[in-house]
């Protein structure tokens, strides 16, 4: 999907009179008239064709188990440029280290994805989906269980050999 | 059968009731689809959709704002004059809706009591009943702005105005065209010779229907003439201080006028009701219902029928909203005239072609009688032939000089100036 430029072709000096405008210009519209171009989304019944690389909401993977995939090795929350992650760590009886909160303030999040491409082991994801309206401020904090229960598709990374994701 | 005999005591009084209540509906349902046209025509233009929500294809949604409209509070500004406030929408509107009582809209319908006339009232003096009454809007729109105490509303009132005394003269210069040949100001007499010449008047009178759809553009102050709204400069012109209500009866007088206007140019220029072919010929001469002449002049009888009026009636309806559709077209066509360019195109272009072309009517018809050439087809000819030229002439003068200049095109001229001039271009140009 790129941008193409239009060049719009300038009339000629003394070549174009009011008259003759008015009435290309009335062509015009009627041609757009009666084949108007579809561009318009009709949203809540027409799904929006996110890009593979769409950064939205935000997503946790899970073992099969069900725990998070998250080992609290603290890289996110230092890599974020917004400041958004909080994260304390735990160690359970294997030595295994895990998330005990971890949080994502998707107000102060830019969706910058930096979070996804730091994780070392793709546990936290940025997601294609927009859809995360709320009544509340506080309900846009979101806690572990929440980001665990996200189960929109998730963000391809960059792949230098595939620029454009296609 | 015995001779059609017009409708006439109580069954009179009752069709005229019928008539009068159904033309008022059908106006303003036609008044409150055209803002549901206007949005829907406007967004195709635009590639957009329009709106669609309220009701299938949004069809709905003239109730829905009507709805709104009467629900929402209804401002008044504290040092307005109340009573000229209040009066503006009423004069405005009430205009816009009677002068359709004039207009002709199909075939006589015979009934079993007599024919009905398909028009309100048929009055002697039609156009220019239309042009007194439709005259009387613009009180609306002055006042409204006066009363306002705003200098925006003030000056789209003092617009309106000008605009309205400009351009009402082009506009009776055009219909003077029409009733020299027609030889009447009624209506229905407009139609009859529409139908005997075998030509509708925007043929042998192309450069009066040019001159009279511009002025009626002026008149109903649609773009590319909405000097008195102008949304850009005066806020919102003469209702910039109206809510609710109030402020809704502004557009549906525009509306109605539109109706209006556009049913007087299907009247004027395109034949009414009429349809080609002489099956659908109907008037009223000394009594009868006749549908022409012989060739030795007595008299063909007409044969009315409930099917040739609701024929007719469409073919009526279809002009008018061909003209409305054009209506909508140029206004998302073309940009606002600055208030010197509409003066000069009132005063300096179409009042002076007017007037010629009402002398160049006058002539030829004179010609033409005189040489005893009888009202029909050849008559017809002549005329279109001689407009037809005129109104090359005109569009060649119009044509003439007046240049666009886009910011590029003058960009490079002026390079080309000074190519010539043997001076070099500068850094910057």
Redesign the interface.
Same mark, same amino acid.
């Given at each position: 999907m790129t941008i193409s430029v239009k060049m719009m072709r300038?009339?000629?000096?003394?070549?174009?009179?009011?008259?003759?405008? *008015?009435l290309s210009?009335?062509a015009?519209?009627?041609r757009?008239?009666v084949n108007?171009?579809k $561009? *318009?989304l !009709?949203y809540p019944e027409e799904e929006a064709d996110l890009h593979a690389r769409w950064r939205g909401t935000h997503r946790m993977e899970v073992h099969a188990d069900g725990r998070p995939k998250c080992v609290a090795c603290g890289l996110c929350p230092t890599v974020c440029p917004a400041n958004c992650i909080r994260l304390v760590g735990g160690e359970d009886d294997q030595g295994n280290r895990y998330p005990v909160v971890y949080e994502i303030d998707e107000f102060r999040c830019i969706f910058c994805g930096m979070c996804q491409e730091v994780c070392p082991v793709e546990a936290i994801h940025v997601g294609r989906h927009f859809e995360n309206a709320e009544y509340t401020r506080d309900r846009f904090v979101y806690d572990l269980d929440r980001l665990m229960e996200q189960d929109h598709p998730t963000t391809l990374l960059w792949d230098p050999s595939d620029p454009r994701s296609e | 059968m015995d001779a059609l005999q017009p409708v006439s005591g109580i069954a009179g009084f009752i069709a005229s009731v019928a008539k009068v209540v159904l033309v008022f509906a059908g106006v303003m349902l036609t008044v409150a689809y055209m803002t549901l046209a206007e949005r829907r $025509?406007s967004?195709?233009? !635009?590639?957009?959709?329009g709106p669609n929500r309220v009701g299938p294809f949004g069809l709905l949604q003239p109730i829905a704002d009507g709805l709104k409209n009467l629900l929402k509070e209804e401002t008044l500004p504290a040092k307005s004059s109340k009573l000229f406030f209040l009066m503006g929408p009423m004069i405005a509107l009430m205009p816009a809706l009677v002068t359709f009582a004039v207009i002709p809209f199909a075939a006589p319908l015979p009934t079993h009591w007599g024919v009905v006339d398909m028009v309100v009232a048929d009055v002697p003096i039609g156009i220019l009943y239309i042009l007194a009454i439709t005259s009387l809007g613009v009180y609306g729109l002055v006042l409204g702005g006066w009363a306002s105490n705003n200098k925006y509303a003030l000056l789209g009132g003092m617009r309106a105005s000008a605009q309205m005394v400009s351009y009402e003269v082009a506009l009776g210069l055009s219909v003077v065209a029409v009733l020299i040949l027609a030889g009447n100001v009624t209506l229905t007499q407009v139609v009859w010779q529409q139908q005997q010449l075998h030509f509708w008047f925007a043929f042998p009178l192309s450069l009066a229907f040019i001159l009279f759809l511009a002025s009626a553009y002026a008149e109903t102050n649609r773009l590319p003439f909405d000097m008195p709204e102008a949304e850009s400069e005066l806020v919102a012109g003469y209702h910039t201080e109206y809510s609710g209500m109030k402020y809704a009866m502004f557009p549906m007088a525009e509306y109605a006028n539109m109706v209006t206007s556009s049913a007087l140019m299907a009247t004027l220029f395109l034949g009414g009701w009429d349809l080609p072919g002489s099956w659908d010929n109907m008037f009223w001469y000394h009594g009868q219902l006749i549908s022409g002449f012989a060739a030795n002049g007595s008299v063909i009888l007409a044969h009315p029928a409930l099917w040739k009026t609701l024929l007719t009636f469409v073919a009526f309806a279809i002009k008018t909203a061909f003209f409305l559709v054009v209506y909508i077209? $140029?206004r998302?066509?073309?940009p606002r005239f600055r208030y010197d360019q509409v003066m000069a195109l009132g005063w300096k272009v179409l009042l002076p072609t007017g007037l010629g072309y009402v002398m160049l009517i006058a002539g030829a018809t004179l010609v033409l009688d005189q040489l005893g050439l009888p009202w029909g087809f050849t008559y017809g000819l002549i005329l279109t032939v001689l407009s037809g030229l005129a109104t090359a002439g005109f569009?060649v003068f119009?044509?003439?000089g007046?240049?666009?200049?886009?910011?590029?095109?003058?960009r490079? !001229?002026k390079t080309?100036v000074r190519h010539r001039a043997g001076v070099p271009a500068q850094a910057g140009d």
């Open positions: 300038r009339p000629e000096p003394e070549k174009n009179s009011y008259l003759r405008a *008015t210009g009335m015009l519209t009627f757009h008239l108007p171009a $561009v *318009t !009709q | $025509v967004a195709w233009i !635009q590639d957009r959709i077209w $140029v998302w066509t073309l569009l119009l044509d003439r007046h240049t666009i200049f886009g910011a590029a095109a003058a490079d !001229q080309i």
